[in-house]
C-alpha cells in the first residue's frame, strides 16, 4: 500500500521529532531557564534605575520604569524609559550566546549608523527638485 506524500511528510516529521528529543531530552527546559535569566537581569536593570532616579528627585512623585515600557521601548526602538540602550545590550548578548562581545555589537551598531547617515545625506541630495532641461530653457515665441 502506497502513502500519501502528506501520510510521509508527517511520519518524517515525526522521526526528525525523535532524534531532537533523543538528542537534546532537556532543550525546552534550557529555553525556560535562558528565558528566567533574561527576565531576572531585566528587572534588576529596572529596579536599579528605579532606585537611581528615587535618589535623585525630591519632593515630587517620580515616574516608575516598568518591564512592559522598556519592552515596548525595545519594540519601537524609543528609550522613553531610559534604560532601553541597556536592556538591548542585555538582549543582544544573550542572543549572541557569547559569540560577540559587547565591544563587537558597539562597533556594528556605530557602522551601521555612520552608513544609514551616509545614505540619508545621499538621499537628501537626491530629493533636492532640479527643473527638468526643457523647463529652464526660455521658449522662444517671436
Excluded: W
Aim: net charge positive; hydrophobic share 35%; aromatic share 4%.
Amino acid at each position: 500500500m502506497a502513502l500519501s506524500n502528506a501520510e510521509r511528510q508527517r511520519r518524517h516529521r515525526e522521526r526528525q521529532k525523535q532524534k531532537l528529543a533523543a538528542a537534546a531530552p532537556d532543550l525546552a527546559a534550557q529555553y525556560e531557564n535562558v528565558g528566567a535569566d533574561l527576565r531576572e537581569k531585566l528587572y534588576a536593570l529596572i529596579d536599579t534605575e528605579n532606585a537611581r532616579r528615587e535618589r535623585y528627585v525630591t519632593g515630587k512623585p517620580i515616574e516608575q520604569t516598568d518591564f512592559r515600557r522598556v519592552i515596548l521601548d525595545i519594540a519601537l526602538n524609543e528609550n522613553r524609559s531610559g534604560i532601553a540602550d541597556a536592556a538591548r545590550m542585555v538582549l543582544l548578548q544573550a542572543l549572541c550566546m557569547g559569540e560577540s562581545s559587547e565591544n563587537e555589537i558597539l562597533e556594528a551598531r556605530r557602522q551601521k549608523e555612520a552608513l544609514t547617515s551616509r545614505k540619508t545625506k545621499n538621499r537628501d541630495a537626491k530629493e533636492q527638485v532640479i527643473p527638468l532641461a526643457h523647463y529652464v530653457r526660455v521658449p522662444n515665441f517671436g
